[in-house]
């Protein structure tokens, strides 16, 4: 990602080429295609950058009403300027791991039982 956007154009480029059904350097090629591929079971997943920081939108009406409704109620899932300000929030980059991960999730905020 460091790179320029025709660099990550090329290699996407270059990916889907060697992909393409009609391409025969991979089908060609069995030691190139054992060391291209990796059996799902044996690989490493990784996380495929630093992430230091980002911003959260809510730009999908359906992700905005759930959590609307969770916050406040079905009839005032949505702000009324929803669709003309864009709404984020701040994401702590240490809670990005790579799928599979075990996590402890805390239970929050709890109600006093009198």
Do not use: C
Not at 17 to 30: A, G, M, P, R, Y
Not at 70 to 83: I, T
């Amino acid at each position: 990602m460091a790179l320029s956007p025709q660099a990550w154009k090329e290699a996407r480029e270059t990916i889907q080429s060697l992909l393409s059904e009609d391409n025969t350097i991979l089908q060609n090629d069995v030691d190139l295609r054992k060391r291209a591929f990796v059996s799902q079971s044996e690989a490493t997943m990784h996380l495929p950058a630093r992430i230091g920081d980002y911003t959260d939108f809510y730009s999908s009406i359906h992700h905005a009403t759930n959590v609307g409704i969770m916050f406040r109620s079905r009839e005032n899932a949505l702000m009324p300027n929803w669709k003309h300000l864009p709404v984020g929030y701040h994401g702590r980059a240490s809670s990005v791991v790579v799928s599979g991960t075990s996590i402890h999730r805390p239970y929050g905020q709890t109600l006093v039982m009198d």
